[in-house]
Nanobody, 126 residues
Framework: QLQLVESGGGLVQPGGSLRLSCAASGFSLNYYAIGWFRQAPGKEREGVSCISVTGTNTMYADAVKGRFTVARDNAKNTVYLQMNSLKPEDTAVYYC???????????????????WGQGTQVTVSS
């Protein structure tokens, strides 16, 4: 079965860190740009970050710039989202999605993606 699987979510205190992973099952991530999205309760899904196929180009939403870092290890078929200085407003379900490139509207979850993961919950609370 071709799918993306996110992991690494959990409960963390404000100011803490988490590292999310996005792994591919049944196909290689090496040919895809990967976008990270999140959806908080009662809110629309929003783009968080995008990393190009080679990892050369990365994009971030203003809300996470300077705190989150996206990286990929193509040898491990995995993309990571390192989240530092977490805030309660970062609480959401985080998803990864595979696309052919980081399009100019990479932050728009409505655009067609080849694959989506099932999401992992991140809760930032004291």
């Amino acid at each position: 079965q071709l799918q993306l699987v996110e992991s690494g979510g959990g409960l963390v205190q404000p100011g803490g860190s988490l590292r999310l992973s996005c792994a591919a099952s049944g196909f290689s991530l090496n040919y895809y740009a990967i976008g990270w999205f999140r959806q908080a309760p009662g809110k629309e899904r929003e783009g968080v970050s995008c990393i190009s196929v080679t990892g050369t180009n990365t994009m971030y939403a203003d809300a996470v710039k300077g705190r989150f870092t996206v990286a990929r290890d193509n040898a491990k078929n995995t993309v990571y989202l390192q989240m530092n200085s977490l805030k309660p407003e970062d609480t959401a379900v985080y998803y990864c999605a595979a696309d052919r490139w980081c399009r100019s509207t990479w932050y728009d979850p409505a655009a067609q993606r080849d694959y989506w993961g099932q999401g992992t919950q991140v809760t930032v609370s004291s």
